[in-house]
């Protein structure tokens, strides 16, 4: 299978980048092909500019290799923090550009874009990893856990990908290094389960 794997965390050193590292070894390791990308190391420019918008618009070469890949993915996996209940802005810019109509999904004929859209990406499964410094019980009480809403129904469930998991892991900040090397063990393990041998 082909696997997209997305990471976006500015700092080379992170947990993120961690996290992105043992999933592309284990998908490496289950005989998988990956296309990789770190958004930050890559310097994807974020912002949608008007003449992107036209679903006839001529794409610029970056976009449209992402457009490609993600269309023809066989997986994808997603990787960054919980940066006030919302992905980073470079991988939020990521998804307007990419995950755009004609390519993840489309208005079916008569609907002038104001029905539920069709999903048009051939990826069937998608994994979030998410870290951050909140603790979950903390997380949902207050802020409802919107990054599960925002990848399973606004992103993922209206192009059509419906097996979804999210795992986030935290808190980061204070975690130790036996708590960091379990966490990467699960992401491991995770990814195996969702994309085995």
């Not at 965390?9 to 284990?26: D, G, K, L, R, Y």
């Not at 289950?30 to 310097?43: G, I, S």
Request: glycine share 6%.
């Amino acid at each position: 299978m082909l696997i997209s794997v997305i990471l976006a965390h500015p700092n080379p050193t992170s947990f993120n980048h961690a996290v992105a590292a043992a999933v592309t070894e284990t998908l490496r390791k289950n005989n998988h092909d990956v296309v990789f990308h770190d958004l930050y190391k890559e310097r994807f420019t974020p912002e949608l500019p008007t003449r992107e918008i036209p679903t006839v618009a001529q794409l610029p070469p970056l976009i449209q290799q992402h457009c490609r890949e993600i269309a023809t993915v066989d997986g994808i996996i997603v990787i960054h923090p919980n940066w006030w209940g919302m992905p980073p802005a470079i991988l939020k810019g990521w998804i307007d550009r990419v995950i755009r109509p004609c390519v993840a999904y489309e208005f079916l004929e008569g609907d002038s874009g104001q029905g539920v859209p069709h999903g048009l990406l051939k990826a069937k499964t998608a994994l979030v990893f998410t870290t951050s410094n909140t603790p979950y019980e903390r997380e949902l009480a207050a802020f409802g856990d919107p990054l599960e809403t925002i990848w399973r129904n606004c992103v993922f469930g209206l192009c059509g990908v419906n097996n979804f998991y999210r795992r986030n892991f935290s808190v980061v900040v204070t975690s130790t290094t036996d708590e960091r090397t379990n966490w990467l063990n699960e992401a491991a393990d995770i990814t195996s389960r969702y994309f085995p041998k």
